[in-house]
């Protein structure tokens, strides 16, 4: 599919602290582990469409929080096919004692206000993530 990400790599202070958070939460996303070297880590998600990879750098430079409002990376989300996908999700964030930053809600200032419906959170650098369910 053209304009679909086919990689996309996060850096983090370290690697093997962050897969804690990230492994569940790729795994219930669908993606797999695929590689893990000195580098860190990368999970796959196969599809009819192709394989879409995301993974975890070690940061290089001094160890700081991120910043989404300075020039780099605002927030990433990920797509699920239902609210009750998101509050599996809210479930096992809290599970994994991650930092949710918001519960799962509606947000009706985005998607114009039909059905956004979403959780929020952070990693251990500071990068906030979604996941967003919005009807078809």
């Known amino acids: ?8 790599d996060l850096t983090v202070t370290d690697p093997q602290a962050s897969f804690a ?7 219930a996303l669908g993606y797999e ?8 880590f990368d999970w796959v998600l196969a599809t009819a469409t192709g394989h879409y ?3 975890l750098v070690r940061a290089k430079g001094g160890a700081h929080k991120h910043d ?4 780099g990376l605002h927030h990433m989300a990920w797509s699920v096919e239902s609210r009750a996908a ?3 999700m809210h479930e096992l964030l809290v599970k994994l004692d991650a930092n949710v930053l918001d519960a799962p809600a509606e947000y009706p200032q985005y998607n114009d206000g039909k059905g956004y419906y ?11 993530l ?6 078809s």
Do not use: N, W
Request: net charge positive.
């Open 86 to 88: 998101v509050d599996r």
């Open 68 to 71: 989404r409002y300075a020039p």
């Open 53 to 55: 990879s995301i993974g």
């Open 118 to 128: 979403a959780v929020f959170f952070a990693d251990r650098d500071g990068l906030k």
């Open 1 to 8: 599919m053209r304009g679909v990400i086919h990689h996309l």
């Open 33 to 40: 582990l695929h590689k893990q070297d000195e580098r860190g």
């Open 130 to 135: 979604e996941c967003v369910f919005t009807p």
């Open 21 to 27: 958070l990230y492994d569940p939460i790729l795994r």
